[in-house]
């Protein structure tokens, strides 16, 4: 079985640094690329970018490059997010999911993690 | 970069059939994938490909496509399909790729 846990909810400060992190088990990690996707509150989602797990190749949504940094560590089967400065407008809901590909050449996303909260409040 | 477009809202009686769309010109190429989002839950995948159920998913579920815009039906809705659903495809045609989801449809049962 497919399982993607993430960590705990997060309170920072603003311009603190913060890595959540997204365990995944039930499969062969460097075979499907990993997503992250952002929820604020009371809106849709978003996508961020995505990582590559068996060559670390990442590519970011344009309105998130240059402010996050998607990564993993082989070895413990984990992907994470993390900022270096983080702002108010950070605060949110993160995903992370699994990539597949459909018979198009387009990604879906077929298991989620249950997804992390993010407060940033002075 | 492309957009998707997606009705806010829609309603349907308990029993009946109700079809959600996602325009985009994207999708004249590559398909849609749709996602349930119930109130405090992670989105779960329901449709993606063609018209492909990932397992535990309910046949009332299905999915299809008509020039650039792609299509959720329900079919038989019941209370627990009460969600917002967001399409996601590609942002595009360009190298390396990348996605959008559309702003979500609340489907409410009545």
């Known amino acids: 079985e497919v399982q993607m846990v993430q960590s705990g909810a997060e309170m920072k400060k603003p311009g603190e640094s913060l890595r959540i992190s997204c365990k995944v088990s039930g499969y062969t990690f460097t075979n499907n690329w990993i997503t992250w996707v952002r929820q604020m509150p009371g809106k849709g989602l978003e996508w961020m970018g995505r990582i590559d797990p068996s060559d670390s190749y990442t590519n970011y949504s344009p309105s998130f490059e240059g402010h996050v940094t998607i990564s993993v560590d082989k070895p413990r089967t984990t992907a994470y997010l993390q900022w270096s400065s983080l702002k108010a407008s950070d605060s949110a809901m993160y995903y992370c999911?699994?990539?597949?590909?459909?018979?198009?050449?387009?990604?879906?996303?077929?298991?989620w993690g249950q997804g992390t909260l993010v407060t940033v409040s002075s | 970069s492309s957009e998707l477009t997606q009705d806010p809202a829609v309603s349907v009686a308990l029993g009946q059939t109700v079809t959600i769309a996602c325009q985009g010109d994207i999708l004249s190429g590559y398909y849609a994938s749709w996602y349930q989002q119930k109130p405090g839950q992670a989105p779960l995948l329901v449709i993606y490909?063609?018209?492909s159920r990932p397992s535990g998913i309910p046949d009332r579920f299905s999915g299809s496509r008509s020039g650039n815009t792609a299509y959720l039906t329900i079919t038989g809705a019941r209370a627990e399909d009460e969600a917002d659903y967001y399409c996601?495809?590609?942002?595009?045609?360009?190298?390396?790729?990348?996605?959008?989801f559309g702003p979500g449809t609340k489907v409410s049962v009545l």
């Open positions: 996601k495809s590609r942002d595009g045609s360009g190298s390396p790729p990348l996605y959008v």
């Open positions: 999911a699994r990539n597949a590909l459909d018979g198009s050449g387009s990604f879906f996303l077929d298991s």
């Open positions: 490909g063609q018209n």
